[in-house]
């Protein structure tokens, strides 16, 4: 009879899923070319300023600044929004640290916003409810290549004069109402990790259209320095030097051309996985939000009654990588910066200040659906380069643990 291999069966997939080979010869030539103009500081070099306007041509956004890290890119934001001590700024639980921590390096407080159950992306309606006379800035995450509902989103951030910060970390050149994510809110944030659709292994971008945000925007990401040739150094303000070098432009350049097409075919992949995983039993598939691409930076599978962790282990065993949860627990209950207030020495700063209005704790069931929905939800890992075998053995694996794995 059929095992499962976590109980001595034969894995379903027995041969490691293809690595991910972002990089070519484009890359090559173009840090060649930075290397040999014997100069990789931004300022004086070409890669950098050429890859900033090609950024901005693209999303057709007016602006953009690059970054060391999509963390950076993020901070570029919240910094240029200059929040008070003590403000609040509603994101999303289901994150990387990368969109929570900026907040608090810049002394705001993050104020989380529970899910749609559906997407996993931030619900508009709860991060209303979220709002209070201390909150600064609306920041949306569009989670693994999927939009949040920009449409409520907006009208949300227009209403109570908030402004809107995408992280589009996930989703590079992903469209929503046939507008690229990252050009309806006031920022939009990237990051170029390696592991994101366009990559300079570390590195990020900051678009905007708004020439306000850019006179503070240009000079956060260079310690606010005016530089302005020969004589008394002009810092303008309290910035962090976040300066991408020639290296990553120069890579960063040969990536823009393709990140569409490795977006597309993310698309075609992660629609044709759910063509594929439709009518197992238990299963349910990633839903797209009204109106979004889905550009599937990763794809989330709902394991229905089956616990995440559970399943996700007896995939494993069968030969097919992906991670419960995708990061566990929600993400105030992944740092002690939060849980225990653990910010800047011993003084729990902002949260136990004069400059906070009211105590905020984070604490297990504080968002109940983020909860849930985790607890049933597991990413499976997917790149431009599988192939339709791929997919099917990925398809094939779900089936076979969804048939198997005893109910609790
Ligand atoms: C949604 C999201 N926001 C922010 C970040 C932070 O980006 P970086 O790791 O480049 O700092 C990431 C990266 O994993 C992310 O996925």
Known sequence: MDRLAIHGGTPFRRTPFPARTPFGDEEVEW?????????LFRWGGEMVDQFEA???AFYGAGHAASATSGTAAIHLAVGTIDPEPGDEIITAPISDLGSVSPILQQNAIPIFADIDPATFCMDPEDAERKITPRTRAIMVVHLFG?????????????????????DC???HATQYKGRWLGTMGDFGCFSLQQSK??????GGMTITRRDDYWERLRFFVDKGFRRQGWGPRAYLFLAPNYRMTELQGAVGLAQLPKVRGVAARRTALGTRLTEL???????????VTPGSEHTYWAYPLRTGVLDGVAFGEALRAEGVPNMPGYIGKPIYLCTEALTAKRTYGQSGFPFDSPYTARRIEYTEGMCPRTDVGLRHM????????FSEEDLADIAGAVAKVARLLPRA
């Open 277 to 287: 995983l439709r009518g197992i039993e238990g299963i349910e598939t990633a839903a």
């Open 169 to 171: 970390s996930q989703a």
């Open 31 to 39: 840090v060649t070319r930075a290397i040999r103009s014997q100069n």
């Open 378 to 385: 597991l990413t499976l890992g997917l790149h431009e380069g």
């Open 54 to 56: 090609d950024f901005a």
């Open 146 to 166: 999927n939009a949040c509902d920009m449409d409520a989103f907006v009208d949300l951030s227009q209403r109570y004069g908030l402004p809107l910060i995408e």
């Open 197 to 202: 659709h366009m990559t300079t292994g570390d």
